[in-house]
């Protein structure tokens, strides 16, 4: 058969290189898995269990001080490395062992075209995760090393630089010190180049303890006192700086700047083969620092008297102090073992009073304008007198590549409430009231849901709780709905009809201005028209949660979308897509509105491509604050008739609450805020 050049081959050909490629991929694959399988089946079981261990990353974050680095692998406090993970991307000379750790300083690579991280330059001396690891060892810092792993199989896992099994996939080590920082020039990488990267020595702190990850059947390997082995140090000639000699194959020097760097005696020393020095691997010295040594496992929390349970530290995770594994706060309620062992730790919040309430609202307008507003100059802003409230609409304007078929596309109005309609009874303090106590007891239950990477190791959840009522509704965030609107607790409905009300004023109000003004407005993107809504989401948040930019742009969703915001202030903010090209014309931040929203606000947006070219993101200011949001749900929309009719059913608001329909304050509401 006569041979093929490269050059010649056409793209029918090019389809099979292909298909070939892939299958040799897939084989690839198949062979690591089986390797993989072998490697585990050897694997020894461990002496012990880790203190901490879980299999979502974000829980074990969560629930320790010392390491919280969703992403990477140092977490630093001040600037000063607390915490390090050591997964399964280790480099050739990493070395885990009973009493010591040799790793690569992780940062300043790059992504190569295969998608891979790899090494272009010398790793600089001011990378962040270098600098707080010497400053780590300058002040002697306790770090809390954890150790991720490889999968094998479903339900096994391993680390390539252990030899025994690990049951999950964050498992907490132990607390170490570290003892040396060197530059060494790495082993060469698969494109054939090499450069010089920083390696950190750590060595476990408690030297009597016995390391839990030691194999059962070998319990002695590695296993030294201090002064049992001494490492020996050389100055270089040529540079006078002194080095270790931390290699078998003999001395070199480790300073970077020498012209002898990593320089042998021996012309024939293959550095690809380099192995660390007996000595230097089996030096032990004692930690001496002024630095705390923390507990691995952090107790649980306890709610004292003068707290109110919804306070930051309230939000953390905790150890389940039966299995030890990392569990994040989920529940509203409180903790639940996340593992499935049956263990709880409740703590429902406690009611915040309404003076807190009052303090954080004063405190929260420090600093800024009287009426609470920052707004881009292309937005048209119009005062609305309605009984009871203070009114504000402004009207967004349309993308700048769109302006010339209207140049607005959508309203945002505040409803901000005189201190009668707040006070008087049935007013919005004795609904936030109403609100806490159906959240305390149950009646509604929030949660935080998954927000990306559901049901996998880097699964990340909402930084708030949620629940929602009526119409099913999914905004990339999956909340199952609890109840139907004939079941809801009493103040989810009294919430539906203040918004329902503040909804169809709002459009009223936009709607007349339009006329009357002979404003360019986008007539399908804000019809004329108001169509009660059909759901509820509750979201609940804690001190220092948020819900980040995003958009409820939805298909299965009408154009008006009204929140009734109870308890701590926030702050709302606008800003334009950057597809929509905001980005030229405002700056790298694109906020275009935001405003300070207080205990009984109600914000209404109208206008379907308010969600197509900005987003909106709300930040809590305080210890305790609920967004009730109402949405029309078009059932016409939703492709699966169960769900589509479910959505029927539940968003039917019952007889007796539309005779109890919110009609605004009465025409006398006092006007002394």
């Not at 600089?124 to 002040?139: D, F, G, Q």
């Given at each position: 058969m006569a041979s093929t050049n490269v050059a010649d081959i056409g793209a029918g050909s090019r389809r099979v290189s292909l298909r070939l490629k892939r299958k040799s991929d897939e084989d690839i694959q198949v062979a690591t898995s089986e390797k993989l399988q072998k490697i585990t089946a050897t694997l020894a079981i461990p002496v012990g269990k880790p203190s901490v261990a879980s299999n979502v990353r974000a829980a074990l974050c969560d629930s320790i001080d010392y390491w919280k680095a969703h992403q990477g692998g140092i977490h630093s406090q001040t600037m000063v490395a607390t915490g390090m993970l050591l997964n399964g991307k280790t480099t050739p000379r990493d070395v885990l062992?009973?009493?010591?750790?040799?790793?690569?300083?992780?940062?300043?690579?790059?992504?190569?075209?295969?998608?891979?991280?790899?090494?272009?330059?010398?790793?600089?001396?001011?990378?962040?995760?270098?600098?707080?690891?010497?400053?780590?060892?300058?002040?002697g810092q306790p770090i809390g090393v954890v150790v991720g792993k490889q999968p094998s199989k479903k339900g096994e896992y391993m680390n390539n630089l252990l030899s025994i099994k690990l049951d999950n996939h964050y498992n907490v080590l132990d607390w170490f010190f570290i003892t040396d920082i060197w530059e060494e020039r790495q082993p060469i990488q698969r494109d054939g180049t090499s450069f010089v990267h920083y390696v950190v020595r750590l060595q476990l702190i408690d030297l009597d303890s016995m390391p839990w990850w030691v194999p059962e059947n070998n319990t002695?390997?590695?296993?030294?006192?201090?002064?049992?082995?001494?490492?020996?140090?050389?100055?270089?000639?040529?540079?006078?700086?002194?080095?270790?000699?931390?290699?078998?194959?003999?001395?070199?020097?480790?300073?970077?700047?020498?012209?002898?760097?990593?320089?042998?005696?021996?012309?024939?020393?293959?550095?690809?083969?380099?192995?660390?020095?007996?000595?230097?691997?089996?030096?032990?010295?004692?930690?001496?620092?002024?630095?705390?040594?923390?507990?691995l496992v952090p107790r649980l929390p306890t709610l004292g008297k003068r707290l109110f349970g919804s306070e930051v530290q309230f939000k953390r995770g905790i150890v389940c102090p039966t299995c030890n594994y990392a569990c994040r706060r989920i529940s509203w309620e409180g903790w639940h073992c996340e593992k499935g062992c049956g263990f709880a730790w409740p703590m429902p919040p406690r009611d915040v009073p309404m003076s807190m309430i009052c303090k954080e609202n004063v405190v929260s307008m420090k600093g800024k304008s009287a009426k609470f507003y920052e707004v881009d100059s292309r937005i048209q802003r119009v005062e609305h007198a309605v009984a009871g409230y203070e009114v504000t609409t402004f009207y967004l304007p349309n993308a700048p590549g769109d302006v010339d078929n209207a140049n607005f596309i959508g309203s945002v109005t505040?409803?901000?409430?005189?201190?009668?309609?707040?006070?008087?009874?049935?007013?919005?303090?004795?609904?936030?009231?109403?609100?806490?106590?159906?959240?305390?007891?149950?009646?509604?239950?929030?949660?935080?849901?998954?927000?990306?990477?559901?049901?996998?190791?880097?699964?990340?959840?909402?930084?708030?709780?949620?629940?929602?009522?009526?119409?099913?509704?999914?905004?990339?965030?999956?909340?199952?709905?609890?109840?139907?609107?004939?079941?809801?607790?009493?103040?989810?409905?009294?919430?539906?009809?203040?918004?329902?009300?503040?909804?169809?004023?709002?459009?009223?109000?936009?709607?007349?201005?339009?006329?009357?003004?002979?404003?360019?407005?986008?007539?399908?993107?804000m019809p004329d028209q108001f169509v009660e809504f059909n759901e509820q989401l509750m979201l609940g948040y804690f001190?220092?949660?948020?819900?980040?930019?995003?958009?409820?742009?939805?298909k299965e969703l009408g154009p008006t979308v009204a929140t009734l915001s109870?308890?701590?202030?926030?702050?709302?903010?606008?800003?334009?897509?950057?597809?929509?090209?905001?980005?030229?014309?405002?700056?790298?931040?694109?906020?275009?509105?935001?405003?300070?929203?207080?205990?009984?606000?109600?914000?209404?947006?109208?206008?379907?491509?308010?969600?197509?070219?900005?987003?909106?993101?709300?930040?809590?200011?305080?210890?305790?604050?609920?967004?009730?949001?109402?949405?029309?749900?078009?059932?016409?929309?939703?492709?699966?008739?169960?769900?589509?009719?479910?959505?029927?059913?539940?968003?039917?608001?019952?007889?007796?609450?539309?005779?109890?329909?919110?009609?605004?304050?009465?025409?006398?509401?006092?006007?002394?805020?």
């Open positions: 062992q009973a009493q010591v750790i040799i790793t690569t300083v992780g940062g300043g690579l790059t992504t190569a075209d295969d998608g891979k991280h790899i090494r272009t330059e010398d790793q600089n001396e001011k990378c962040k995760n270098l600098v707080t690891l010497k400053n780590a060892k300058k002040l002695s390997e590695n296993i030294h006192t201090i002064g049992e082995f001494k490492c020996e140090t050389v100055t270089c000639k040529a540079c006078d700086a002194p080095s270790k000699e931390i290699f078998k194959q003999g001395w070199c020097c480790l300073a970077k700047t020498c012209s002898e760097f990593f320089r042998f005696a021996d012309s024939d020393v293959d550095t690809e083969k380099l192995e660390y020095s007996e000595s230097f691997l089996n030096e032990r010295t004692a930690w001496s620092s002024d630095r705390p040594l923390s507990e505040v409803f901000r409430p005189l201190k009668s309609t707040l006070e008087r009874k049935g007013g919005l303090n004795d609904l936030f009231s109403e609100i806490q106590k159906t959240t305390r007891e149950g009646d509604v239950k929030l949660r935080r849901n998954p927000a990306f990477c559901r049901g996998s190791h880097m699964e990340e959840l909402t930084s708030h709780f949620s629940c929602n009522m009526g119409a099913d509704y999914k905004f990339g965030v999956v909340v199952e709905t609890s109840n139907g609107f004939d079941t809801a607790p009493d103040p989810v409905m009294k919430a539906l009809g203040r918004l329902t009300w503040s909804g169809a004023k709002a459009v009223a109000l936009t709607t007349d201005h339009i006329a009357s003004k002979g404003m360019s407005v986008d007539a399908v993107s001190q220092g949660s948020q819900i980040s930019y995003h958009d409820d742009g939805e109870l308890g701590s202030p926030s702050i709302m903010r606008f800003r334009g897509k950057r597809k929509a090209g905001f980005e030229n014309t405002i700056g790298n931040g694109r906020v275009m509105l935001s405003f300070v929203l207080q205990h009984g606000d109600m914000v209404v947006m109208h206008g379907t491509k308010i969600h197509k070219h900005y987003e909106h993101a709300v930040s809590a200011l305080g210890i305790r604050r609920y967004a009730l949001t109402c949405r029309y749900i078009r059932p016409e929309m939703i492709p699966n008739k169960e769900r589509r009719e479910k959505a029927i059913k539940n968003g039917k608001v019952p007889a007796h609450w539309q005779d109890q329909a919110y009609e605004g304050e009465g025409a006398d509401a006092s006007h002394d805020n």
